[in-house]
């Protein structure tokens, strides 16, 4: 098992990404911090695989923590969780030895996606040889995370954020008309997120004629 440290300070949220982790196959939480002290004193006492780090922090911010790691000799690799999008927070953070930048908000899926190319890279990086090795355990850890030609990720992303804004669901109509694009776009999107498993059609019943159909990204046990 991979184990990971989850960084943040917001409690909903920190709950919400220690069940998509524990949700992945191979990998198992093995603490909480809710600020980069606490982070810090953590890993000094119980050194973990991998940290899913927030860059905002209230006490310090995520790269300091993650500089003060490395100046401690604490080698684990990094995900960066952060809603920044500016270069210089993405070049100190390739800098600072982070492997993979989560952007906020985000869905399971895409979560999921990163921690999978993470397990593949670390099972195969003792299989290196040559160049040519190197650069296909890299390719795998960096690889393309876009949807489906035809499907844009900042659409996909947007019809996500309204999805887990309304936990009664959503009809196709209603996110069109949330997002701006065609009810039959809204469908597409959708039903792709159906199919990675994020959202659920949910029929409601109550006019006449077939139900309507919803949809919700269903909500944890």
Not at 72 to 83: E, K, N, P, Q, R
Request: neutral net charge.
């Amino acid at each position: 098992m991979i184990s990971v440290l989850v960084v943040e300070d917001e409690q909903i949220t920190a709950e919400a990404n220690r069940v998509y982790v524990e949700r992945v196959p191979g990998f198992e939480v093995a603490g909480v911090a809710r600020s980069g002290g606490e982070a810090l004193r953590f890993l000094r006492a119980r050194p973990v695989d991998l940290v899913l780090l927030d860059l905002y922090l209230p006490d310090m911010h995520g790269l300091e923590v993650c500089r003060a790691a490395r100046a401690g000799g604490l080698l684990c690799d990094v995900i960066a969780v952060t809603s920044a999008r500016d270069l210089a927070t993405v070049r100190s953070a390739v800098s600072l030895g982070v492997s993979q930048y989560l952007l906020k908000p985000f869905t399971y899926a895409t979560l999921a996606e990163k921690l999978t190319r993470h397990a593949r890279f670390r099972e195969e990086a003792g299989l290196i040889v040559g160049q040519g090795d190197v650069d296909r355990v890299l390719g795998n850890l960096r690889g393309s995370s876009e949807p489906p030609k035809g499907l844009a990720r900042d659409t996909l992303d947007t019809v996500a954020a309204e999805l887990s804004g309304r936990p009664e669901g959503l009809t196709a109509q209603a996110v069109a008309d949330a997002t701006g694009v065609s009810r039959v776009t809204a469908r597409r999107y959708l039903e792709h997120l159906v199919e990675l498993g994020v959202a659920v059609r949910v029929p409601r019943y109550g006019g006449v004629g077939r139900p309507e159909l919803l949809y919700r990204i269903p909500m944890e046990s």
